[in-house]
T-cell receptor, first 117, second 113 residues
């Protein structure tokens, strides 16, 4: 089965510019997560979707970050305007919503590496 | 905040067992312990999880103490490809029947030839 797809893999922008990252989760996975991973740290949850609704966005800096999952499948994470401290890898993960017969594991994409100059 | 404590780094000789400890002294009765690893430049990968009983799969074994305040991930025969950052995570419920994984800094395991 195809894994979680993310694009672009790499992006370099200047501060105050905008950027968008795209995620296509594994087919049928109802829950989607965006994580931010700064160099040397573990991934930090930004936002969690269940189908097309937001479950938790408490750690999303809403003055500059936005995310959507309009049809409950693909998702986009946007940063506008970017700051130097936004330099990080942005990871998308998905999992099935079915509680039985599965490990409940999250499947991660390879991430999108953002460098803000 | 992460609810787990792990050593920042460990070394293991190739072919030997790697034992990675994790403390989760504030874990609640219905919270699972998950282990993930992250190889350089890749997304985290699921390894194993457990609630009370010890668990084993094709990748590793998970030993959970009886009081559930700590656990150990065991890679029985470490190879160079097991060099990675290993995360011990307590799964917490996020409401609406869903849950989240909160990552700490993990343990960087270096397998040495």
């Amino acid at each position: 089965e195809a894994g979680v797809a993310q694009s672009p893999r790499y992006k370099i922008i200047e501060k105050r510019q905008s950027v968008a990252f795209w995620c296509n989760p594994i087919s049928g996975h109802a829950t989607l997560y965006w994580y931010q991973q700064i160099l040397g740290q573990g991934p930090k949850l930004l936002i969690q979707f269940q189908n097309n609704g937001v479950v938790d966005d408490s750690q999303l800096p809403k003055d500059r970050f936005s995310a959507e999952r309009l049809k409950g499948v693909d998702s986009t994470l946007k940063i506008q305007p970017a700051k130097l401290e936004d330099s990080a890898v942005y990871l998308c993960a998905s999992r099935t919503g079915q509680p039985r017969g599965n490990t409940g594991e999250l499947f991660f994409g390879e991430g999108s590496r953002l460098t803000v100059l | 905040d992460a609810k787990t404590t792990q050593p920042p780094s460990m070394d293991c000789a190739e072919g030997r067992a790697a034992n990675l400890p994790c403390n989760h002294s504030t874990i609640s009765g219905n919270e699972y312990v998950y282990w993930y690893r992250q190889i350089h430049s890749q997304g985290p990968q699921y390894i194993i999880h457990g609630l009370k009983n010890n668990e084993t799969n094709e990748m590793a074994s998970l030993i959970i103490t009886e009081d559930r305040k700590s656990s150990t991930l065991i890679l029985p025969h470490a190879t160079l490809r097991d060099t990675a950052v290993y995360y011990c995570i307590v799964r917490v419920f996020a409401g609406a029947g869903s849950y989240q994984l909160t990552f700490g800094k993990g343990t960087k395991l270096s397998v040495i030839p």
